[in-house]
């Protein structure tokens, strides 16, 4: 049996923490593939290495803001490096330097240094081979190609004991390639699957997944279990646990994943796993969550179950403007997509509202702004009698009105709309109700 272990930022962040994570890996055997994120922050005011590296990026005309930025990056490797003394860090730190200055890099290679320097540091300390995540990591038009990552790492034999730098693989042309923010995570995830691993562990430095975000109820419970959908609906619905896409190349395995802490690694964190195997009452509920910032079109037609391809008709003018669909809600002669205000910032969305009502010949377009989707998510919820009127009941109470409701048959959320200035009070009074 193999493990991978993913180690975040935090955790990889200075020589003190990083000794932690050599005692955690070499505690199991098992533990052959390790997956590495870039330093992040030792504390408040310091910046992560990624975000210094866009920012060298993003200087390339600025020497001295460039160097600046870079100064940071070097601070935090030699910081780290202090703790394998037979590790060339000068010549790397310079060799990176050159790269990145004086010759033409893209941005997401430039970006993809800071794991790359990290996992092979890491892989020094350690002992273990250094693995590029460029030898099998594919992308295709921007986004992880599973299928060519899988065939690629067939010609890997891995049978020793490795380090992978997270975040990155390559494209099409066999150029670095980012995922978006945070995508260690999945790499962790592609590494479990391709190289056959039985348990994913991702070590970061929270004690697991809380029913709510800790900054708004500091009581908040920590989850034992959760199960793959959700995590996939709370990692939507706004909580952030791991990267949105993390479960996707697990869902076939499938694969556990423990979320662990690398600063107190004897708690028992919470597992995320296909199918819970927990769900006592006080377990149902698995996060109280939200996001602002959503706008609700309301599309208004007589008739409407009548008009065969009206979805698909407004569905391609969304589609034409680019514009992502987070929910839809349909009634009798109307239906409601929820799109996020960042989906439309950049185009004249009242020039989009009337393109639409002209091709679908609708009789009244109206977009509803500032609402907030207010998300409980938990275990087989619509089967749970009483959960919705409990929710309803106390936020009537607090005089928060209830703008839309969405719950299907077989899913684990409901999801409410409420006015965007009343999200952090709706969450406190709903976890108050239903969590104690
Ligand atoms: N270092 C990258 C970031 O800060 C990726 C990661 O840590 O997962 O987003």
């Excluded at 990026?57 to 100064?71: H, I, L, M, Q």
């Excluded at 490797?77 to 703790?83: P, Q, S, T």
């Excluded at 990267?243 to 690398?262: F, Q, V």
């Excluded at 034409?320 to 960042?342: K, M, P, Q």
Aim: charged share 25%; aromatic share 10%; proline share 2%.
């Amino acid at each position: 049996m193999s493990i991978v272990c993913k180690f975040g930022g935090t955790s990889l962040a200075s020589a003190e923490s990083v000794r932690r994570v050599g005692e955690i890996v070499k505690a199991d055997a098992r533990r052959r593939f390790v997956v590495a994120s870039a330093p992040g922050k030792k504390n408040k005011t310091d910046r992560k290495v990624t975000d210094l590296l866009i920012g060298c990026y993003a200087n390339s005309d600025n020497e001295d803001a460039f160097n600046e930025c870079f100064e940071g990056v070097k601070a935090a490797f030699r910081g780290v490096a202090a703790l394998v003394p037979s590790f060339p860090i000068e010549d790397e730190l310079y060799g990176l330097y050159n790269e990145i200055r004086y010759s033409f890099t893209s941005e997401d290679y430039v970006v993809s240094r800071g794991e790359y320097l990290s996992a092979k540091l890491l892989a020094a300390y350690l002992g273990y081979e250094f693995l590029d995540a460029t030898r099998f990591i594919r992308f295709m038009d921007g986004e992880l190609d599973l299928a060519a990552t899988m065939e690629q790492a067939k010609s890997i034999n891995a049978g020793g004991r490795y380090v992978i730098p997270g975040f990155y693989g390559v494209d099409e042309k066999g150029y670095v390639k980012t995922f978006s923010r945070g995508g260690s995570d999945i790499t962790g995830s592609v590494v479990a699957r391709v190289f056959g691993c039985e348990l994913y562990e991702n070590w970061t430095d929270v004690d697991g997944i809380y029913v709510a975000d800790p900054r708004v109820i500091s009581r908040a419970k920590k989850v034992e279990q959760v199960s793959y959908r959700e995590l996939r609906e709370m990692s939507y619905m706004g909580a952030s646990v791991l990267h949105s896409e993390t479960l996707l190349p697990l869902l076939d395995a499938p694969i556990p994943i423990h979320l662990k802490n690398t600063f107190e690694p004897e708690k028992s964190g919470t597992q995320i796993v296909k199918k819970r195997t927990r769900v006592e009452d006080e377990e149902v509920i698995a996060c109280i969550t939200g996001k602002n910032d959503h706008t609700c079109i309301q599309i208004s037609k007589m008739m409407l179950d009548k008009q065969l391809g009206f979805v698909k008709k407004v569905t391609s003018v969304f589609e034409e403007y680019r514009i992502n669909i987070a929910h839809t809600h349909s009634g009798l002669d109307n239906l409601c997509f929820f799109v996020e205000r960042s989906e439309y910032k950049t185009i004249d969305f009242d020039g989009f509202l009337a393109v639409l009502k002209e091709r679908v010949d609708a009789d009244k377009i109206k977009g509803y702004e500032d609402l907030a989707l207010l998300a409980v998510i938990g275990h087989n919820l619509s089967e749970k009698v009483g959960i919705l009127a409990t929710v309803f009941n106390a936020l009537s109470k607090h005089d928060i009105g209830v703008r839309t409701v969405y719950q299907s048959p077989s899913e684990c959320n409901i999801i409410i709309g409420i006015d965007d200035k009343e999200l952090m009070k709706a969450i406190q009074i709903v976890y108050a109700e239903l969590v104690g």
